[in-house]
T-cell receptor, first 108, second 117 residues
């Protein structure tokens, strides 16, 4: 089973700052990685798929990069609505999927 | 618009069974694979099971294999998760999600299963 490790667990930042979230896979997953945003009491929302492609309606301040085992989600300038938990997910072993443990982006 | 609505949650005793349902609308249900994903209280997302668009192929997480069964009725636009031999560590919010070209592109609001005596 492919394990995804996200870091840091929590990121404390102010609105307007840049957020950089990491996701590391236990083996190469090419570019088969997605990112989801989840707010308290809500279902996850797809942000990024295939490492760097923004899902429908996702603002340009969200971007993804990486390949193989190391991946980054960047939020260029945090808006108040961006404070949430972000989870990565691999599709290399589709249809079996794996999620990372999540990174919480909180207001500093 | 695409909507997914789960039901069937509640409090269940250890060892008992429960069936979850997820009704889809606003899209051609029979054209999409469907997943179940769960989230234990305060924890991350855990993939549970998937069924192909035609119901022929099913896959399960090791943690539920042999206890859970995923199925679908495309005439009713519904995917099911039959959960048997429930354990306290199965306590979670269970989400159904559509397997789109881009990924899990639509999710239901979730239904909570609490396994407790």
């Amino acid at each position: 089973e492919i394990v995804l490790t996200q870091s840091p667990d929590t990121l404390s930042l102010s609105p307007g700052e840049r957020a950089t979230l990491s996701c590391r896979a236990s083996q190469s997953i090419s570019t088969h990685l997605a990112w989801y945003q989840q707010k308290p009491g809500q279902a996850p929302r797809l942000l990024i798929y295939d490492t760097s492609k923004r899902a429908t309606g996702i603002p340009a301040r969200f971007s993804g990069s990486g390949s193989g085992t190391d991946f980054i989600l960047t939020i260029s300038s945090l808006e108040p609505e961006d404070f949430a938990v972000y989870s990565c997910q691999q599709r290399f072993t589709w249809p079996r999927l794996t999620f990372g443990g999540g990174t919480k982006v909180e207001i500093k | 618009q695409v909507q997914l609505l789960e039901s069937g949650g509640g409090v269940v005793q250890p060892g008992r069974s429960q069936r979850l349902s997820c009704v889809g609308s606003g899209f051609i249900f029979s054209a999409y694979g469907m997943h179940w994903v769960r989230q234990a209280p305060g924890k991350g997302l855990e993939w549970v099971a998937v069924i192909s668009y035609d119901g022929r192929n099913k896959n399960y997480a090791d943690s539920v294999k042999g206890r859970y069964t995923i199925s679908r009725d495309s005439a009713k636009n519904t995917v099911y998760l039959q959960m048997n031999s429930l354990r306290p560590d199965d306590t979670a919010v269970y989400y159904c999600a559509r397997d789109g070209v881009e990924g899990l592109d639509f999710w239901g609001q979730g239904t909570l299963i609490t396994v407790s005596s």
